[in-house]
Nanobody
Framework: QVQLVESGGALVQPGGSLRLSCDAS????????MGWYRQAPGKEREFVAM????????DYADSVKGRFTISRELRKYTVYLQMNNLNPEDTAVYFC?????????WGQGTQVTVPS
């Protein structure tokens, strides 16, 4: 099993920035990628950003390109999401996801609120 713990969620004013962190522990050998999804009230969970653990290739949702940056610390099995120029549409619970040997693991989520 892999355990994921997110942190960094907060209330931030429009135009502000936040950095989310996700720490992976447990059976992390075979980690293929880590990333972020989000779920706004009344909406389905949606993809935000992903990074391949080997090579560091990244992918972003169109809605966050140019504003969000995903990065990692290899030795700590930690992935970050730097979020800049936040707007109310970014309000959601942000979930960390890890793919290990073709199995998916999810964190409990961290709340990001950007008031209108």
């Amino acid at each position: 099993q892999v355990q994921l713990v997110e942190s960094g969620g907060a209330l931030v004013q429009p135009g502000g920035s936040l950095r989310l962190s996700c720490d992976a522990s447990g059976r992390t050998s075979g980690l293929q990628g880590m990333g972020w999804y989000r779920q706004a009230p009344g909406k389905e969970r949606e993809f935000v950003a992903m990074m391949r653990w080997s090579g560091g290739n990244t992918d972003y949702a169109d809605s966050v390109k140019g504003r969000f940056t995903i990065s990692r610390e290899l030795r700590k099995y930690t992935v970050y999401l730097q979020m800049n120029n936040l707007n109310p549409e970014d309000t959601a619970v942000y979930f960390c996801k890890a793919q290990v040997l073709f199995r998916e693991f999810w964190g409990q989520g961290t709340q990001v609120t950007v008031p209108s």
